[in-house]
Structure formats: structure tokens, C-alpha cells
Nanobody
Framework: QVQLVESGGGLVQPGGSLRLSCAAS????????MNWYRQAPGQQRELVAG???????NYADSVKGRFTISRDNAKNTVYLQMNSLKPEDTAVYYC?????????WGQGTQVTVSS
């Protein structure tokens, strides 16, 4: 019954902003590490940002200072606020939930940054 559903992707101009959301069900959300990954065509899936159950965050160097991950345990939702977007941010963004070494994935949402 585990389900992660991403939303908020779309087309945005360089320098613009988007906020991605991932709504989780069927898991003990509050004790899971939540992560955002992305994958561009021809490239490996990349960890973009993570947030622990205690709220500690980490970011890929490429997005530090521009992206912010947050979570709302009352809503079982993790967010990725993306500011100052660049064309190289274009990718399918995936939500990931992890408890120890067990992980679950969302279906992905497309983010395209283009003028």
C-alpha cells in the first residue's frame, strides 16, 4: 500500500521557481528519511536533497543555496522549493522514502527549465 505521489512539476523559465510536493501514504512517514532525486536523459539518478526524521537536511553541491527541502509530518508530505532554476535542473524529479535500507519511490514529475 506504500504510495508516494509527486506533484508541482512543469515548465519554468530560467531564474524562476517551482515547489514540488510528495504526498506519502502507507508508511510511517515521520520516522523515514525523505529524499528528492532527479534524473536527466542519459545521466544517472542523482540525490538532490534529503531530510532526516529529525529535520536535518543535506543537498547536492549543484543545488545548495537554491533548493530547500522541508517536511510536514502532519500532512505526510515532503517539499522541494526550487529557486533560481537553471536549464541544467531539467530532469524528472523523484520522491524517495527510506527506513534503514528499505526504500520506496514515487512515479516522478517532470521539471523543465527553458526560455
Amino acid at each position: 500500500q506504500v504510495q508516494l505521489v509527486e506533484s508541482g512539476g512543469g515548465l519554468v523559465q530560467p531564474g524562476g521557481s517551482l515547489r514540488l510536493s510528495c504526498a506519502a501514504s502507507g508508511i510511517a512517514f515521520s520516522i523515514c528519511q525523505m529524499n528528492w532525486y532527479r534524473q536527466a536523459p542519459g545521466q544517472q539518478r542523482e540525490l538532490v536533497a534529503g531530510i532526516t526524521s529529525a529535520g536535518s537536511t543535506n543537498y547536492a553541491d549543484s543545488v545548495k543555496g537554491r533548493f530547500t527541502i522541508s517536511r510536514d509530518n502532519a500532512k505526510n508530505t515532503v517539499y522541494l522549493q526550487m529557486n533560481s532554476l537553471k536549464p541544467e535542473d531539467t530532469a524528472v524529479y523523484y520522491c524517495n522514502a527510506r527506513w534503514n535500507f528499505v526504500g520506496y519511490w514515487g512515479q516522478g514529475t517532470q521539471v523543465t527549465v527553458s526560455s
